[in-house]
């Protein structure tokens, strides 16, 4: 770490020189903003600032669920995906993949081994896992699998072998029953190498007849230690942006391709070897960025994301189907007079997130070991629905949950555009229907978020909120394969999101989409968060969300130049809010012009300022720049402090920069 702050001490310094000598350097008559400290004009929710999160990219099968085996139950499109088999001499018969469809519809396939005195080399399953699996020096992992032996006799090696062919981790798993029932056992080992792409190997000692499934391998060290649990490091940057919500599970997969595809929380939930498998929209959804191997095999599943956000700090936001399959695919309609199991999916899900636990659904929750509620406040209701046909079924679920559970706040879509014939009779209608929230998502590329940083300058304050559930600068094309998430994409969202954020009694909730992606995987570009097995990094729109989301105050204040609010004038864009708790003023700035800034910041309608200010400034002057694996806080915020002189600061903001400045106020 502190290698890394020597490595970058002379671009630090000349970035404080910039802060500190600005004025002298440029003879440019500084530009007077003032802050009315003193005039709030809106709050800012708890929720402002939250995180989208889909199964996208790999964002949860391969990604945040440390499972390390992929097609662990053998139910993808093909059984053996993911898996090699190899033997020596081959027998035919040795291994044959069963199906118990009817008394097991969840999880009906599982393998039959058929060995005759096996030894090393004689039957060998290997999973490939995820694109490789990462495995860790000195780091103990959990192998476990279901099975079922009648008598004993086969003994199961675990190895788990780097791409060099070396192993780096054994294990011998002697069965302890024998039983025509299925059992489960594990056994936990410990790697001796690291590896970011190994495999793990199974072979089989001895003679018998042994059915196995569930055939799983987690690291120990995942999010809070829980078996079975999540990947740490993701999960750990989620955390440190401390987000207001968390949404989930989409997205797209919320809708499916057809009906049969959508996503069902009830499913989700319960022994995960219930968890009824799917495939993933994003397995065939772009010709050009296949991924046959993309299941959701939902050990991440509905309880999970409500501790997750939980743990995160974060109020759940699901958002559910609304009786429509994307209206890209089959746009499959539920008929209305069968449109009752998916608005009492809605009315269960909220008894399962906040029931007392002698409710049907509370008692669930209780029984996953959650007997607190989850504290539910909001659902969404479909994704990116559009047309009258959305709208009356929207009417049904609204009308049904409104008189259950009045304060549930219901999240409605605004479509796939945040403008056009489409969008504009969907807010008429949703408006007129008093919508909690109308969700706008937007995929443009950076001159639209800078042309836009005013959008809601002339929005109804009163009445229905805006969501802005998925947003994301597009710095090629919109979902074009070569969008990078760089310093242009990130500034321009900054941008933005001081409209955002000036707008806060109207705006009351936002997040970028999507989350991760995994290097080798993804579908969609860009993200949030990239990983690959062993790393994770937040980009430069990573940082823009945190600095954010962690300074999001509790009230919007004025911040004007000649009278005016900040959006653009010679690239300058500007918010303000006030923490009444810490008695911070918080000032954010975005200044996408090569040319320093020079400002005097005056602070009006407040007794006493602090006499030194705090500043997280990210800056680069290459607007192309990008965080990588390698350097994965290449644009990120570096800490600083200013003066601060009879209420007034001096800045300069420097070229290309996104700054927030912290003023402590009595
Ligand atoms: O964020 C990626 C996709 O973009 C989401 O699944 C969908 O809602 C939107 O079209």
């Not at 072979?203 to 829980?226: A, C, H, Q, Y």
């Amino acid at each position: 770490m502190i290698e890394m702050y020597r490595k970058r001490l002379p671009y630090l310094l000349v970035i404080l020189i910039s802060v500190q000598m600005s004025s002298i350097a440029f003879a440019q008559a500084p530009k007077t903003v003032h802050v009315l400290v003193n005039k709030p004009v809106a709050d800012v929710q708890p929720t402002m600032w939250g995180v989208f999160f889909e199964d996208i990219n790999f964002g949860a099968d391969g990604g945040i669920y440390a499972e390390l085996i992929k097609n662990r139950s053998f139910e993808f499109f093909k059984p053996l995906m993911g898996w090699k088999v190899e033997q020596k001499p081959f027998v035919e018969g040795a291994v044959t993949v069963l199906n118990r469809q009817i008394e097991n519809t969840a999880n009906p396939r599982y393998l039959a081994i058929n060995l005759h005195n096996a030894t090393k080399g004689t039957l060998t399953l290997i999973n490939e896992g995820f694109r490789g699996m990462g495995i860790k020096k000195d780091m103990q992992y959990d192998f476990s699998l279901q099975y079922r032996l009648p008598s004993k006799g086969i003994t199961i090696h675990v190895e788990l072998i780097n791409a060099e062919k070396e192993t780096i981790g054994t294990a011998v798993f002697t069965p302890t029953t024998t039983s025509n029932e299925w059992n489960k056992q594990s056994i936990r080992f410990t790697s001796t190498a690291t590896s970011a792409k190994a495999t793990c190997a199974i072979w089989f000692e001895g003679s018998g007849t042994m059915d196995i499934d569930m055939v799983s391998l987690f690291p120990t060290d995942t999010w809070k230690n829980r078996p079975g649990g999540m990947r740490a490091d993701m999960i750990q940057l989620l955390a440190d942006m401390k987000p207001g919500f968390l949404r989930f599970p989409g997205g797209c997969i919320v809708e499916g391709f057809d009906l049969s595809q959508r996503y069902q929380w009830k499913k989700t939930i319960g022994p995960i070897e219930n968890r009824q498998l799917l495939i993933n929209r994003w397995n065939f959804e772009f010709a050009h960025r296949p991924a046959p191997d993309y299941f959701q095999t939902f050990g991440l599943g509905f309880f999970e994301y409500f501790q997750l956000a939980e743990d995160i700090g974060a109020a759940p936001l699901p958002i559910l189907n609304c009786g429509m399959a994307c209206q890209f695919n089959s746009a499959e309609l539920v008929p209305i007079n069968q449109i009752d199991p998916y608005v009492q999916d809605a009315l269960d899900l909220i008894e399962f997130a906040n029931g007392d636990i002698t409710s049907t659904w509370g008692k669930i929750r209780a029984d996953m070991g959650h007997p607190a509620p989850f504290n539910l406040t909001m659902m969404g209701i479909g994704n990116e629905n559009w047309g009258p046909q959305y709208i009356e079924r929207l009417k049904i679920f609204q009308k049904a949950i409104k008189e259950k559970y009045p304060y549930i706040k219901l999240i409605t879509s605004a479509g796939t555009d945040p403008e056009g014939a489409r969008f504009d009779s969907l807010n008429t209608a949703l408006r007129a229907m008093n919508a909690d929230f109308i969700d706008e998502h937007y995929y443009r590329k950076p001159d639209w978020f800078l042309q836009n940083a005013r959008r809601y300058d002339n929005y109804p304050r009163n009445g229905t909120k805006i969501f802005a559930g998925e947003y994301a600068a597009h710095s090629v094309k919109t979902v074009g394969v070569d969008n990078k998430n760089n310093w242009l994409s990130a500034l321009s969202e900054a941008a933005f999101m001081t409209g955002l954020e000036r707008n806060a009694g109207v705006v009351q909730m936002a997040s970028y989409a999507p989350l991760f992606a995994h290097a080798d995987a993804w579908q969609w570009t860009p993200d949030l968060i990239w990983v690959d097995n062993l790393r994770a990094y937040g980009t430069t729109d990573y940082y823009v969300q945190q600095l954010f989301s962690v300074n999001k105050g509790n009230r919007v204040l004025p911040i004007t130049l000649n009278n005016e609010v900040i959006a653009g004038q010679d690239s300058v864009y500007a918010s303000a809010v006030m923490d009444t708790v810490t008695k911070e003023v918080i000032l954010k700035m975005v200044n996408l012009s090569s040319n320093p800034q020079i400002l005097s910041i005056e602070l009006d309608g407040v007794k006493k300022v602090l006499a030194k200010g705090s500043l997280q400034l990210m800056q680069n002057n290459n607007l192309n720049a990008i965080n990588t694996f390698e350097q994965p806080r290449f644009v990120a915020p570096i800490s600083l402090d200013f003066p601060i002189q009879n209420k007034k600061i001096a800045y300069t903001a420097p070229g290309y920069s996104f700054q927030v400045l912290k003023i402590q106020v009595k």
